[in-house]
């Protein structure tokens, strides 16, 4: 589903955020995305995203070259990633169902079968009752949840998550997982970019582990590659 | 709190759902999101009044003033037409011509098709008039024989009403036998032609000056919103919205500020003809004219309103194809 072939990407400034990263996630796998700041976790959810594209290297989104996608295409890969934000990327001029309803408004879906979908989404997250509420007014552990529910209202193929437990408590952070861990049951491709590691020791799932923009283990957890790089 | 998976339809059919839209259903979305960003981009202006009213009145000044030009221009050519009705020609006729070929020439004349009137004036009435006007008698009564030769009068049709047409009705004239000499006070009339042509240039060029001006206006005032909406637009982004969804809020709201400011114009103009109109028939009838002051039509009128709006739709293009480009999620 997500394939990177060598991939490295160098920012205009110089430096270099990626070397040479090769790894396969195939449909339906959940894999977690591990490294210090810096170590180009967010640099790897952009190629998918295309918010950047690679400076040499190949990255295939469900058997399609990134490199060959031109522009004016770009939005219609990301209606079919599913994206959820450290810092939420919520819209405070509107309620909360407008904020999970947008991705639906893009895509042109007729209004009755936008309700249904947006509640579903929202009952799944566990605010079906906040709907009509700003996201302001809401916790960060709900805004996170708001998040989710607009990056799977559209049903995507794949769900990325940039550091999605990164200011809650292991409480929070734990329901989060474990709301990434359905949508995967589910036949989501699921990549969480953290560096909450007790989270990622818990839950022995596959971990693509960065350091210095090279990716350095690629299996279970290991301790000593993140520990020591 | 949080429910299990249970309620979730199967993986295979979650993919295909996504793709299921069929065309009809993606133009109605299409044509749903024109009139969502029709009506809320009018909204958005509605909520901030104060501001809204500012930018429309910038928008209705510029374009009411080459408009009130164009109509003064409109009632000054109205005003021309009515004194070129009372142009006259004077045909000399040879003071020897015999009465004969007098009657022949002013019978043919009296046929051309230009012609509205045409009047003899003999040389005897010609020489009492004169004694009347001059109060020269003594010294017309001294000479020997009337020196005034036979006049036609002939007053063209309405039609006539450029110099060409008519210096060719006076080619015409001349060409006649017997016929000495035709005057014709054109001088007046070839001036205030043309300074007709100079003013309507003018105008013009004002009127496309301006229209530059409401252009940039609404230009600015979009790129300020799109400034104030930049998140929004981030967002929008990132969820897989293209540059057409992103534009069409911003277009809708430079159609509205060129459509509010064209309306606001009009009737600035409207306020403006019927506060003349009272003392301008007052005038008119001091000079005995039955001259009314002319106002725009309703068609003009609309012309200019929904010209205002491609306007303000061209300016927020402007904005928005210059800007829009530069935020992009990060």
Same mark, same amino acid.
């Given at each position: 589903?997500?394939?990177?072939?060598?991939?490295?990407?160098?920012?205009?400034?110089?430096?270099?955020?990626?070397?040479?990263?090769?790894?396969?996630?195939?449909?339906?796998?959940?894999?977690?995305?591990?490294?210090?700041?810096?170590?180009?976790?967010?640099?790897?959810?952009?190629?998918?995203?295309?918010?950047?594209?690679?400076?040499?290297?190949?990255?295939?989104?469900?058997?399609?070259?990134?490199?060959?996608?031109?522009?004016?295409?770009?939005?219609?890969?990301?209606?079919?990633?599913?994206?959820?934000?450290?810092?939420?990327?919520?819209?405070?001029?509107?309620?909360?169902?407008?904020?999970?309803?947008?991705?639906?408004?893009?895509?042109?879906?007729?209004?009755?079968?936008?309700?249904?979908?947006?509640?579903?989404?929202?009952?799944?997250?566990?605010?079906?009752?906040?709907?009509?509420?700003?996201?302001?007014?809401?916790?960060?552990?709900?805004?996170?949840?708001?998040?989710?529910?607009?990056?799977?209202?559209?049903?995507?193929?794949?769900?990325?998550?940039?550091?999605?437990?990164?200011?809650?408590?292991?409480?929070?952070?734990?329901?989060?997982?474990?709301?990434?861990?359905?949508?995967?049951?589910?036949?989501?491709?699921?990549?969480?970019?953290?560096?909450?590691?007790?989270?990622?020791?818990?839950?022995?799932?596959?971990?693509?582990?960065?350091?210095?923009?090279?990716?350095?283990?690629?299996?279970?957890?290991?301790?000593?590659?993140?520990?020591?790089? | 709190?949080?429910?299990?998976?249970?309620?979730?339809?199967?993986?295979?059919?979650?993919?295909?759902?996504?793709?299921?839209?069929?065309?009809?259903? !993606?133009?109605?979305?299409?044509?749903?999101?024109?009139?969502?960003?029709?009506?809320?981009?009018?909204?958005?202006?509605?909520?901030?009044?104060?501001?809204?009213?500012?930018?429309?009145?910038?928008?209705?000044?510029?374009?009411?003033?080459?408009?009130?030009?164009?109509?003064?221009?409109?009632?000054?050519?109205?005003?021309?037409?009515?004194?070129?009705?009372?142009?006259?020609?004077?045909?000399?006729?040879?003071?020897?011509?015999?009465?004969?070929?007098?009657?022949? !020439?002013?019978?043919?004349?009296?046929?051309?098709?230009? $012609?509205?009137?045409?009047?003899?004036?003999?040389?005897?009435?010609?020489?009492?008039?004169?004694?009347?006007?001059?109060?020269?008698?003594?010294?017309?009564?001294?000479?020997?024989?009337?020196?005034?030769?036979?006049?036609?009068? !002939?007053?063209?049709?309405?039609?006539?009403?450029?110099?060409?047409?008519?210096?060719?009705?006076?080619?015409?004239?001349?060409?006649?036998?017997?016929?000495?000499?035709?005057?014709?006070?054109?001088?007046?009339?070839?001036?205030?032609?043309?300074?007709? $042509?100079?003013?309507?240039?003018?105008?013009?060029?004002?009127?496309?000056?301006?229209?530059?001006?409401?252009?940039? $206006?609404?230009?600015?005032?979009?790129?300020?919103?799109?400034?104030?909406?930049?998140?929004?637009?981030?967002?929008?982004?990132?969820?897989?919205?293209?540059?057409?969804? !992103?534009?069409?809020?911003?277009?809708?709201?430079?159609?509205?500020?060129? $459509?509010?400011?064209?309306?606001?114009?009009?009737?600035?103009?409207?306020?403006?003809?019927?506060?003349?109109?009272?003392?301008?028939?007052?005038?008119?009838?001091?000079?005995?004219?039955?001259?009314?002051?002319?106002?725009?039509?309703?068609?003009?009128?609309?012309?200019?309103?929904?010209?205002?709006?491609?306007?303000?739709?061209?300016?927020?293009?402007?904005?928005?194809?210059?800007?829009?480009?530069?935020?992009?999620?990060?």
């Amino acid at each position: 589903m997500i394939h990177f072939d060598n991939v490295s990407k160098r920012y205009s400034e110089g430096h270099d955020a990626l070397l040479g990263v090769n790894f396969e996630l195939a449909l339906g796998e959940l894999a977690f995305l591990t490294g210090h700041s810096g170590a180009g976790k967010s640099t790897l959810l952009k190629l998918i995203m295309l918010m950047e594209r690679p400076s040499r290297g190949q990255v295939l989104i469900g058997g399609k070259h990134l490199g060959r996608m031109r522009n004016h295409q770009i939005p219609y890969l990301r209606r079919q990633i599913g994206v959820v934000f450290q810092n939420h990327q919520l819209l405070f001029d509107r309620t909360v169902f407008d904020n999970v309803a947008l991705p639906l408004q893009i895509s042109g879906y007729p209004a009755k079968e936008m309700g249904r979908r947006v509640r579903a989404a929202l009952d799944k997250v566990g605010l079906l009752h906040k709907e009509t509420d700003n996201p302001l007014s809401l916790s960060g552990g709900e805004q996170q949840r708001v998040g989710i529910a607009r990056a799977v209202v559209n049903k995507p193929k794949i769900l990325l998550a940039d550091e999605p437990t990164g200011n809650l408590d292991p409480a929070l952070s734990a329901e989060i997982i474990q709301l990434f861990q359905d949508f995967n049951q589910v036949g989501v491709t699921v990549l969480i970019a953290t560096h909450d590691i007790a989270l990622i020791q818990q839950l022995g799932r596959r971990v693509l582990t960065l350091a210095g923009g090279r990716l350095l283990g690629d299996g279970d957890f290991v301790h000593d590659s993140v520990a020591n790089p | 709190m949080m429910k299990s998976t249970d309620t979730s339809p199967p993986a295979k059919s979650r993919g295909a759902k996504q793709t299921q839209q069929t065309l009809s259903q !993606v133009a109605s979305a299409w044509f749903e999101h024109h009139k969502d960003s029709f009506n809320d981009s009018l909204r958005r202006l509605l909520a901030t009044p104060l501001q809204s009213l500012l930018t429309w009145l910038v928008v209705a000044i510029s374009l009411a003033l080459p408009a009130t030009l164009f109509l003064v221009l409109e009632n000054v050519q109205q005003l021309g037409q009515g004194w070129r009705g009372n142009t006259q020609i004077s045909v000399f006729l040879e003071p020897k011509a015999r009465d004969g070929a007098v009657q022949k !020439v002013r019978a043919r004349v009296a046929e051309y098709d230009d $012609v509205e009137n045409i009047e003899l004036v003999s040389p005897k009435a010609a020489l009492a008039e004169f004694e009347r006007h001059s109060g020269l008698g003594d010294v017309l009564d001294s000479l020997d024989d009337n020196p005034l030769p036979t006049v036609l009068i !002939v007053t063209p049709k309405a039609s006539i009403d450029t110099p060409e047409k008519l210096t060719q009705l006076r080619e015409q004239l001349i060409a006649e036998p017997v016929v000495e000499h035709v005057q014709l006070d054109m001088g007046w009339l070839r001036r205030l032609y043309e300074i007709l $042509v100079l003013a309507e240039r003018l105008v013009m060029a004002l009127a496309g000056l301006l229209a530059l001006g409401v252009l940039l $206006v609404v230009g600015n005032t979009i790129r300020l919103a799109i400034e104030n909406r930049r998140d929004e637009i981030v967002v929008v982004k990132l969820v897989g919205g293209t540059d057409g969804f !992103v534009r069409r809020p911003f277009l809708y709201t430079g159609w509205w500020y060129g $459509v509010g400011g064209g309306v606001l114009a009009m009737l600035l103009l409207a306020i403006g003809t019927l506060w003349l109109s009272g003392p301008v028939s007052t005038l008119a009838t001091l000079y005995r004219s039955e001259y009314q002051l002319t106002g725009l039509d309703l068609q003009l009128a609309f012309i200019i309103i929904a010209g205002a709006g491609v306007l303000g739709w061209l300016g927020a293009w402007l904005a928005v194809s210059r800007h829009l480009s530069h935020i992009q999620p990060r």
